[in-house]
């Protein structure tokens, strides 16, 4: 498969090398990350532009105190802790410790990718990026995300696919 780069990159990270490894097709989206953002997604999809639908932030979740695993929902939903933890198998579920989501994902939070992470987790996709022909997540640093289709990220990450968001 060919690959597809908005603008080029002066470093790649684990993210985009773990894309290139398998050839996956996949177009970046740089764009210039402010320290006074309250929302990293937010800020991702106003910057790029892209539909908020279209944008996915990753999340680490604690799963009855004992496993960590990955959650990937639209940036304009909030994660419903009920649904991940049936997703996983669990009875409760709680946000990681943002220190510790860096640790075990090797990425900085506002930059944490489902791919190339340093330590693998059980990852979960939010059902409605199956709804979209390509969606965006983290490129593995702040300011950078890549479009990828959804069916392949869940394949490069060994996601399963539930419905994850909160009803608001």
């Known amino acids: 498969m060919s690959k597809s780069h908005s603008h080029a990159v002066s470093a790649p990270t684990r993210a985009l090398e773990a894309l290139e490894e398998v050839g996956v097709d996949f177009t970046l989206h740089e764009y210039q990350h402010s320290a006074r953002a309250r929302s990293f997604g937010e800020e991702a999809a106003a910057q790029i532009g892209g539909d908020p639908s279209r ?96 069916l392949d990220l869940a394949e490069l990450c060994g996601a399963d696919t539930a419905e994850l968001t909160a009803l608001d």
């Not at 959650?71 to 997703?87: E, N």
């Not at 939070?109 to 199956?130: K, W, Y």
């Not at 969606?135 to 950078?144: A, E």
């Open 55 to 150: 944008m996915f932030k990753t999340l680490m979740v604690r799963c009855d105190q004992e496993e960590f695993v990955i959650a990937v929902i639209p940036v304009d939903h909030h994660l419903s802790m009920k649904a991940i933890a049936r997703a996983a198998g669990h009875k409760n579920a709680e946000m990681a410790d943002p220190q510790v989501a860096q640790r075990r994902t090797g990425y900085v939070v506002g930059g944490i990718s489902p791919l190339g992470q340093t330590t693998r987790h059980r990852t979960f996709l939010d059902e409605s990026a199956l709804d979209h022909e390509t969606i965006l997540v983290s490129g593995g640093k702040r300011g950078l995300s890549v479009e990828v289709s959804p």
